[in-house]
């Protein structure tokens, strides 16, 4: 069974850093990609940023491109998203998901596997 587990979310004041993990089980890393979106309250799920784990491709929306950073060790089936100098506005529910893909990281990716999400809360 495929499972995908986020950790590490929380309430920090702006400014402020996280760094969210997503373990995978059930599939091997190595030939998918990872995304992580989030959902604010009353918005829609949206891409946030996605890394290829075969080609290390990756790709980050320009609302955090600079702050957040996202990585994976394989060997340990986690993908990473650092999120640094937290706003308010980067509030939300996140959730990591995969896909089996070998060619890269595109924002237009369909998603077959899906976490059950982590809150991050940031306040000003």
């Known amino acids: 069974e495929v499972q995908l587990v986020e950790s590490g979310g929380g309430a920090v004041q702006a400014g402020e850093s996280l760094r969210l993990s997503c373990t995978a089980s059930g599939f091997t890393f190595g030939h998918y990609v990872i995304g992580w979106f989030r959902q604010a309250p009353g918005k829609e799920r949206t891409l946030v940023s996605c890394i290829g784990t075969s080609d290390g491709s990756e790709y980050t929306i320009t609302p955090v491109e600079g702050r957040f950073f996202t990585s994976t060790d394989n060997a340990k089936n986690t993908a990473y998203l650092q999120m640094n100098s937290l706003k308010p506005e980067d509030t939300a529910v996140y959730y990591c998901?995969?896909?089996?893909?070998?060619?890269?990281?595109?924002?237009?990716?369909?998603?077959?596997?899906w976490g059950r999400g982590t809150q991050v809360t940031v306040s000003s």
């Open positions: 998901a995969a896909v089996e893909f070998d060619y890269g990281c595109y924002p237009s990716l369909h998603y077959d596997y």
